[in-house]
């Protein structure tokens, strides 16, 4: 506890690290899964390969990805944007299959209603499917978002700084402390995330609380 | 750097030897495999037993929302302070990596054999219980097979899962293809850093796609829609929406 308090600005700026570092890839990740998703839903033919493709970069290990993507890309091994782009990635693997089932689960009728009453293929996307896949989407957004967290801590094992960093740095000391605050805080930052989705969603799904008319 | 890569691995003393790609390779799926069949044996019973009887259910989804906000690193370094002084020689970091391993692959397993039995449909069971099956009967002979699917998905994700953590494990001492990775970073050996990387990515989807293959010749075909002459239905494209997290564990 004391170590902790003695630390706190440290570990408030790694909290601040890892929130960039594991909240910017969610925000990206689900921006490109939303037309890789909606192609999946709309060419039948591509959702096989855009769901086992995604899957494919899903089973590459974080530490083997954090180290393959610099030489790949031919950035800076400690440059945080290997992290960002690597945890992207992680994002739309989960993210293309749950927007495609998202917008699967818009019932068909809605779909016709909506042509019927005259919203052309874009509109109707926009103004009606997405908004009733938001509840499908973000329970993949929420399993994206904590596990993100977590797995951002595995960039400490290639120097970039995070609450990660808290880990090695105890565990090269031999001292448990900083690895408790380190493991405690991901923990909180995952809730932390998880409500602020679950808040978003709230505000974005109004017709779900709707619906109780008195019988 | 990517002709650095192929002339590392190319070089075959790197194959040869007791630290050379064969027998990390081994090692690397010897922990593996240990991990998932003890975390097997301890979830699939108590997964099947939950979604039978419908008790302990909130156990389930908590534990393994939980589970997945855990980071591993951080888990297996405490693991390792904590649990090493009580062992003495190599035991001392492979016992508390190997719990970390075991406890790691416990959640997917577990969900995945709780929602694969808690989603059959309501009509088989009752269907195998017109015909006169006990409760072990309807469990064994309908939801079992039923739930294979997710049974299996959730296998594969604690399999991803594990063979990513004991590369991490590769910090704490564990041998296996993390090694590659934690020496080359720490001597700023990138070829061999890079081949690491790139073999145990190999090695991941490699197993994957084995446990794909199981997935499809263990699943009956009556669930799959597998006929001859009947086009392919995805099995993973039929589990969909109703369980979007049985398949997306993934944590180091």
Sequence with gaps: MSWFLDHLGDVLDLTVRHIYLAGVPLILGLLIALPLGWLARRYKALYPVLIIGTGLLYTIPSLALFIMLPLLLGTKVLNPNNVIIAMTIYTVALLVRTVADGLGSVPEAVNQSATAMGYQRGRRFVSVELPLAVPVISAGLRVAAVSNVSIVSVAALIGVAQLGSLFTDGFSRDFMDPIIVGVIACVLLALLFDATILALTRLATPWLRAVKAPS | ?????????????????????????????????????????????????????????????????????????????????????????????????????????????????????????????????????????????????????????????????????????????????????????????????????????????????????????????????????????????????????????HGA
């Design chain 2, 1 to 249: 750097m990517i002709g650095r890569i192929f002339a590392w691995l190319a070089d075959g003393a790197h194959w040869q030897g007791s630290d050379g790609i064969l027998t990390r390779l081994i090692e690397h799926l010897a922990y593996s495999l240990v991990a998932v069949v003890i975390a097997a044996l301890i979830a699939i019973p108590l997964g099947l037993f939950i979604g039978h009887t419908g008790r302990g259910r909130f156990l389930v989804v908590n534990l393994t929302g939980a589970a997945r906000a855990i980071p591993s690193l951080g888990l297996l370094f405490l693991a390792v302070l904590w649990l090493g002084p009580k062992f003495s020689g190599d035991i001392a970091f492979l016992a508390p990596a190997g719990l970390v391993l075991v406890v790691l692959a416990i959640p997917p397993i577990l969900s995945g054999a709780y929602a694969g039995v808690e989603g059959v449909d309501p009509q088989a069971r009752d269907a195998a219980k017109g015909m006169g099956m006990r409760g072990t009967e309807v469990l064994r002979q309908v939801e079992v097979p039923c739930a294979l699917p997710l049974i299996m998905s959730g296998i594969r994700s604690a399999t991803l899962q594990v063979i990513a953590t004991a590369t991490i494990a590769a910090v704490v001492g564990l041998g296996g293809l993390g090694r590659f990775l934690i020496d080359g970073l720490a001597v700023r050996d990138t070829p061999q850093t890079a081949s690491g990387a790139v073999l145990v990515a190999l090695l991941a989807l490699a197993v994957d796609m084995v446990l794909a293959l199981v997935q499809r010749s263990v699943v009956s075909r009556g669930l799959t829609g597998r006929y001859a002459g009947v086009p392919v239905v995805d099995v993973d494209a039929r589990e969909g929406v109703t369980q979007p997290t049985a398949a997306m564990e």
